[in-house]
């Protein structure tokens, strides 16, 4: 737990408009697991984003895994796994194709047939992903964001709308990460998840 943060923001500034989406904010994210709470609209998803590489901040410095995530985002996507809150999927694609297709743009993916077992996809393996139910879409994009066996994870809100079950399975699956040594930082409404899993 001494080493290197894997994720540093330092003074991030992030503006839409008028509206100032974070203001300031210092993160440092260590191996393990580090949730991020917060209410509605306070910014979390924004500085995923921008750590993710998706959105360039306003100002400040972000570091991940000791790269710059806009400039260095070649040689930093193939360690950074990464769940977004909705999108990333085609829509008319099989939920089994999908996930075989992100595996295969990996050196070392997992395998994919384990992994739809373990979050419970099988039955729905030949399903499109518009007519998967919200949570199976979840853990669709789950699946998509640890395929590729990243050293670093971003989930967004990874349980949103599961059932008790399903929670569970990706609490086990966070959990395997990070004894897997996989950095994982999710963002969360319950403190119980924060307190299980971060
Ligand atoms: P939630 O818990 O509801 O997911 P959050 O903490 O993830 O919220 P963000 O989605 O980062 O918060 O939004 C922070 C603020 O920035 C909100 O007030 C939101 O309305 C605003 N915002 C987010 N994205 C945009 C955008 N693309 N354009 C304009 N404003 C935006």
Not at 98 to 119: C, Q
Not at 134 to 159: C, H, I, Y
């Amino acid at each position: 737990m001494r080493s290197e943060p894997v994720v540093q923001v330092q003074s991030l500034v992030k503006r839409y408009g008028t509206k100032t989406a974070v203001d300031g904010l210092d993160l440092a994210a260590r191996q393990g697991v580090t949730a991020v709470l917060g209410p509605n609209g306070a910014g979390k998803t924004t500085t995923v984003e921008i750590c993710e590489g998706y959105r360039r901040p306003d100002s400040g410095t972000v570091r991940v895994l000791g790269l710059d995530p806009v400039r260095e985002s070649a040689a930093l996507r193939p360690r950074v796994g990464v769940m977004l809150q909705s999108g990333g999927v085609y829509a008319g694609a099989r939920a089994d194709e999908m996930l075989r297709h992100v595996a295969k743009l990996h050196a070392r993916p997992l395998d994919v047939d384990a992994l739809i077992e373990r979050l419970g996809l099988g039955s729905c393996g030949r399903t499109s992903y518009r007519r998967l139910s919200g949570g199976q879409q979840q853990r669709l994009a789950l699946a998509m964001a640890v395929v590729g066996r990243p050293e670093l994870v971003f989930l967004d809100e990874p349980t949103a709308g599961l059932d008790p079950q399903a929670r569970h399975a990706t609490w086990d699956l966070v959990r395997d990460l990070r004894d897997d040594g996989v950095s994982v930082v999710l963002t969360t409404h319950h403190m119980d998840e924060a307190e299980q899993l971060a």
